[in-house]
Nanobody, 111 residues
Framework: QVQLVESGGGLVQPGGSLRLSCVAS????????MSWYRQAPGKVRELVADILPGGSTFCVDSVKGRFTISRNIFNNAIYLQMNNLKPEDTAVYYC?????WGQGTQVTVSS
């Protein structure tokens, strides 16, 4: 059974940083594309970043230069380092691979 468990969300002021984690079980992150998505209230879920099996990464333009996706194959986990957070980054962030989704972790950016 595949499980993706996110953690690391919270409340942060504009300009602050958070690091999200997603630990996978039942799935080898080194052999699968892994992604972070987010969904703000009243909006559709959108891709934020992904990392391919070979290690290549991609971030959408709205977070490029502020967010970094990475992985630790030994821990079977992926991460999203988020710097210089803005109020518009407020959303529930989800880990995703293949047909599987995590439960999400709330990120709120507010003063």
């Amino acid at each position: 059974q595949v499980q993706l468990v996110e953690s690391g969300g919270g409340l942060v002021q504009p300009g602050g940083s958070l690091r999200l984690s997603c630990v996978a079980s039942g799935l080898n992150i080194g052999m699968n594309s892994m992604s972070w998505y987010r969904q703000a209230p009243g909006k559709v879920r959108e891709l934020v970043a992904d990392i391919l099996p070979g290690g290549s990464t991609f971030c959408v333009d709205s977070v490029k230069g502020r967010f970094t996706i990475s992985r630790n194959i030994f821990n079977n986990a992926i991460y999203l380092q988020m710097n210089n957070l803005k109020p518009e980054d407020t959303a529930v962030y989800y880990c995703h691979s293949d047909a599987y989704w995590g439960q999400g972790t709330q990120v709120t950016v507010s003063s």
